[in-house]
């Protein structure tokens, strides 16, 4: 075999090797095909899209409670205007619902926590996220993912509808309050707690995919 016939089948063979053990570009889903969840509100409605490529595990944890109806009749029960609005946690009276096995970080996924976006909270362990979410009120790039601190906030969604709503809880008046944790066992407080009880009625799912 001449060297022309050598290098043709090696460069046959490197292909077909690299056809065989190389895997597939994933395609990432289009933006008509992500979910859109709404959370209605007792001051208006908002709407949700999800980024189910970008936080896969963070999607599929949240669309859980949302078919199980878990948010249902619960409270925003955090507003720091200008920072975030918490949900996803309480009952009325400010009980404690109880909620499924938290879920692996996947800040460092990349998704930026700019205004706009929702994120999943978190107590002070970085996997710790169960059904507690919060919508971003400004650019919070503090809460983005660092190998420094080695944490950040799940982004899973962003808002395209309800800003308007928004505004209106952003304005609601706070105070301090103390709850009981089923977490810690004890009282802890909530310093920024609305004065009066601010309800997601109903959160569903408008588009599946």
Do not use: W
């Not at 570009?25 to 979910?35: F, S």
């Not at 490529?53 to 200008?82: M, Q, W």
């Not at 692996?104 to 990349?110: A, C, I, P, V």
């Amino acid at each position: 075999m001449n060297l022309k016939h050598t290098i043709a089948s090696f460069l046959t063979l490197t292909l077909l090797s690299t056809l065989l053990t190389s895997k597939p570009t994933p395609t990432k889903t289009p933006i008509e095909h992500r979910p859109i969840v709404e959370i209605q509100t007792s001051l208006g409605n908002i709407v949700i899209r999800l980024f189910p490529d970008e936080a896969p595990l963070t999607c599929k944890n949240f669309l859980s409670y949302v078919n199980n109806g878990f948010y249902n009749n619960t409270l925003i029960h955090r507003i720091i205007d200008g920072f975030i609005i918490q949900a996803g946690g309480f009952s009325p009276g400010y009980i404690s619902k109880k909620t499924k096995k938290p879920i692996r970080n996947e800040s460092r996924l990349g998704l930026s926590n700019l205004k706009g976006t929702v994120s999943m909270a978190l107590t002070t362990d970085k996997n710790s996220a169960a059904s507690q979410f919060f919508f971003n009120l400004a650019d919070n790039i503090d809460l983005n993912y660092t190998t420094k601190k080695g944490i950040g906030y799940t982004v899973f969604a962003e808002v395209i509808d309800g800003t308007k709503t928004l505004e209106k809880i952003r304005k609601s008046r706070t105070r301090q309050i103390s709850i009981y944790s089923t977490l810690y066992k004890r009282k802890v407080p909530i310093y920024e707690a609305p004065e009066k009880e601010i309800l997601i009625k109903k959160v569903h799912v408008l588009r599946k995919h």
